[in-house]
T-cell receptor, first 114, second 112 residues
Framework: KAGVTQTPRYLIKTRGQQVTLSCSPI?????VSWYQQTPGQGLQFLFE???????NKGNFPGRFSGRQFSNSRSEMNVSTLELGDSALYLC?????????????FGPGTRLTVL | GENVEQHPSTLSVQEGDSAVIKCTYS??????FPWYKQELGKGPQLIID?????GEKKDQRIAVTLNKTAKHFSLHITETQPEDSAVYFC???????????FGQGTRLTINP
């Protein structure tokens, strides 16, 4: 069974630009959660989508948004990039949904903002 | 509260010895506690989890214990091997906010 895949794996952008990251969950998983990982703040929850609906949202500004498609694939968008948005962005899929069920992480997208 | 504190931040043990990582959580309603292992360049990998109605769970060399009264849980790795070297994260499901909150991580190094 294929795992969670994320594209692209690496991305370099400049301040003010916007970026879209993609996540394909494990087949049959309807929940996709997004996390930001930085050395200073660790792993922080961004939001969760389940059956195309945003179920939960973390404490991030409105520049961070996402969506989920009918095939459960999810995209995350960050607008007006800031230097502090440089991070590893991880998505995780789950059959029954976060936070109290097994989540399986993808390899992440490393975003660098210059 | 939504805090999960993890200790130690770094841990170095001799191959074959045991390693213990401890976490405390603040939300008394938390009911799910997973542990993840993250190797360089990879995403976190779930290695074991425990629910609040269980006090201990074991899977081969890995075990997790939960003390709900004290609000802390621990990861125990026995007979450590070089491939156990990685960063380990604990997490707790925060029911009110409906999210998983992670500890800051423990960098475990197994010395041959």
């Amino acid at each position: 069974k294929a795992g969670v895949t994320q594209t692209p794996r690496y991305l370099i952008k400049t301040r003010g630009q916007q970026v879209t990251l993609s996540c394909s969950p494990i087949s049959g998983h309807r929940s996709v959660s997004w996390y930001q990982q930085t050395p200073g703040q660790g792993l922080q929850f961004l939001f969760e989508y389940f059956s195309e609906t945003q179920r939960n949202k973390g404490n991030f500004p409105g520049r961070f948004s996402g969506r989920q498609f009918s095939n459960s694939r999810s995209e995350m968008n960050v607008s007006t990039l800031e230097l502090g948005d440089s991070a590893l962005y991880l998505c995780a899929s789950s059959i029954q949904g976060a936070p109290d069920n097994e989540q399986f992480f993808g390899p992440g997208t490393r975003l660098t903002v210059l | 509260g939504e805090n999960v504190e993890q200790h130690p931040s770094t841990l170095s043990v001799q191959e074959g010895d045991s390693a213990v990582i401890k976490c405390t959580y603040s939300d008394s309603a938390s009911n799910y506690f997973p542990w993840y292992k993250q190797e360089l360049g990879k995403g976190p990998q779930l290695i074991i989890d425990i629910r609040s109605n269980v006090g201990e769970k074991k899977d081969q060399r890995i075990a997790v214990t939960l003390n709900k009264t004290a609000k802390h849980f621990s990861l125990h790795i026995t007979e450590t091997q070089p491939e156990d070297s990685a960063v380990y994260f604990c997490a707790a499901a925060i029911q009110g906010a409906q999210k998983l909150v992670f500890g800051q991580g423990t960098r475990l190094t197994i010395n041959p």
